[in-house]
T-cell receptor
């Protein structure tokens, strides 16, 4: 079965640089979520999109932005990178409208490991 | 505040032994509960989910979990573990939390299997 695809899998950037992470949801899934997992920590919700519109926002820094495109893939743009941004970034997708219980059944990609030096 | 607590940071069991990983949640409404497993350097794989109905839910890889509302718990169990079960396990609650619809995860339990 098709899964969530994330690219790149690994990314090394220097402080103050920018990074773009891409996410391709499971086919027919219309909702995308982004999570950040710091070293030894649990995943923290950043932002979500439903039908190409921003749905919910969590603890996402103002330096970060994201969008969902017409083919439902999503990109997380990170600017002015800081050392503390080094983490594993997960994308997840679900098939359901917001507030539908099924929308909580999220399927995660393998993650992008971002290292900021 | 809504939260998930996994009291055990690290558990070691012998291969073939039974396993129970604890999870307690704090959520005002009926919770949607999940268990995910993460192998080193890998993504999160959904093991099982609880929305409503039967409080004992079956998942993949021989795992099951029991929802106990009176104890605010959703413990994960497996009758006989395999070496391939060594991984990090996360319990999560899904809900409208702090103004956003999201999953909130526990701190995780790292499972080590002794041969």
């Amino acid at each position: 079965a098709a899964g969530v695809i994330q690219s790149p899998r690994h990314l090394i950037k220097e402080k103050r640089e920018t990074a773009t992470l891409k996410c391709y949801p499971i086919p027919r899934h219309d909702t995308v979520y982004w999570y950040q997992q710091g070293p030894g920590q649990d995943p923290q919700f950043l932002i979500s999109f439903y039908e190409k519109m921003q749905s919910d926002k969590g603890s996402i820094p103002d330096r970060f932005s994201a969008q969902q495109f017409s083919d439902y893939h999503s990109e997380l743009n990170m600017s002015s990178l800081e050392l503390g941004d080094s983490a594993l970034y997960f994308c997840a997708s679900s098939l359901a409208a917001r507030r539908d219980p099924k929308s909580y059944e999220q399927y995660f990609g393998p993650g992008t490991r971002l290292t900021v030096t | 505040a809504q939260s998930v607590t996994q009291p055990d940071i690290h558990i070691t069991v012998s291969e073939g032994a039974s396993l129970e990983l604890r999870c307690n949640y704090s959520y005002g409404a009926t919770p949607y509960l999940f268990w995910y497993v993460q192998s080193p350097g890998q993504g999160l794989q959904l093991l099982l989910k609880y929305f409503s109905g039967d409080t004992l839910v079956q998942g993949i890889k021989g795992f099951e979990a029991e929802f106990k509302r009176s104890q605010s718990s959703f413990n994960l169990r497996k009758p006989s573990v395999h070496w391939s079960d060594a991984a990090e396990y996360f319990c999560a609650v899904g809900g409208f939390i702090q103004g956003a619809q999201k999953l909130v995860f526990g701190q995780g339990t790292r499972l080590t299997i002794n041969p």
